[in-house]
């Protein structure tokens, strides 16, 4: 095992975080067993209007930016997926104001993720919120960060015809970088709500990558206390999600983001629907609650 490698799963931010290359500074195009390096940056939000998500992803040479926007009292889904060329800025990217670009792993703030796709533009300003950062290994010898945060967004987005929506929405933010094994499989859920008792409640939930019993990604924001849940399970369907207290937080798609894609070094297949949930997080009873779920197989 590698320097840094034992220390792991680790959870942060904090004391402590392992002596191994992780944003936001230089990380090697190849870990070890040549896995190709994998990072992303996800931003979505969640308003009563309309949910929005857009990224940029980039595995070895092959970059990638998607978004989508569920127009609400429409029920009308845009979205695009396109390949981005070697050095070129493609249909999302981040930036601070002014315009000098994001890096992943940034401790500053005032990022802004941007999105020009013809007449679906959105600027996605995101504010405070706490970081739940984690790093695990790979079970190949190498391994994979990752930190999300649930935040409030403002929030400009505009649709062809001239509808367009200024709001304040809360979301989250996901960025991710490092060595997953060649065959990934993984669901995962991240959404935004209150909770029976009034108190605002944020979650990224996830099976199959970074998911050891503790030291996790997942994470349950309440009144902007972070949580750790224990291992969760997804339906094959993608309807609900179940807890180890037996708790069940259900979930009701609005609209679906999905596909399937081979690049020749890169190949997956995904459904990432978005919608409503209700139930209980954890325990956790929910009054209302918004956001996504997906299942993804990558061979990457």
């Given amino acids: 095992m590698g320097p840094g490698l034992e220390q792991l799963p680790w959870r942060g931010p904090g004391p402590g975080r392992p002596e191994l290359p992780l944003p936001p500074g230089p990380m090697p195009v190849l870990g070890a067993g040549r896995r190709l390096r994998k990072r992303w940056r996800y931003v979505a939000a969640f308003a009563d209007e309309f949910l929005i998500c857009a990224a940029r992803v980039q595995v070895g040479p092959v970059g990638q930016t998607f978004w989508a926007v569920v127009d609400r009292e429409k029920g009308e889904m845009l979205e695009r997926t396109r390949i981005r060329p070697p050095f070129g800025r493609g249909q999302v990217w981040s930036e601070f104001e002014g315009g000098r670009p994001w890096p992943i792993g940034s401790d500053e703030a005032g990022a802004i993720t941007r999105l020009e796709a013809g007449d679906v533009k959105a600027k996605l300003r995101i504010g405070e919120g706490r970081w739940a950062e984690s790093i695990c290994p790979n079970g190949e010898g190498g391994y994979v960060w990752t930190r999300k945060r649930v935040a409030k967004i403002d929030c400009d987005v505009r649709l ?93 798609a609005e609209a679906e983001r999905q596909a399937a894609q081979n690049l020749g070094l890169v190949r997956y297949s995904y459904r990432q629907p978005f919608g409503s949930f209700s139930g209980s997080l954890a325990g956790i009873q929910l009054e209302s609650g918004a956001g996504v779920m997906e299942f993804h197989d990558a061979v990457w």
């Fill in 160 to 252: 062809p015809g001239g509808r367009r929506f200024q709001v304040e929405a809360r979301g989250i933010e996901d960025e991710s970088a490092g060595y997953h094994p060649r065959h990934t499989v993984w669901s995962w859920s991240a959404g935004v709500g209150t909770s029976a008792d009034g108190r605002a409640v944020g979650w990224n939930l996830v099976s199959g990558v970074n998911d050891p019993e503790r030291n996790s990604e997942r994470a349950i924001w309440l009144d902007g206390e972070l949580l750790e849940p224990d291992p969760v399970d997804f339906d094959d369907e993608l309807t609900g999600i179940d807890f180890a207290d037996g708790s069940r937080l259900e979930f009701e």
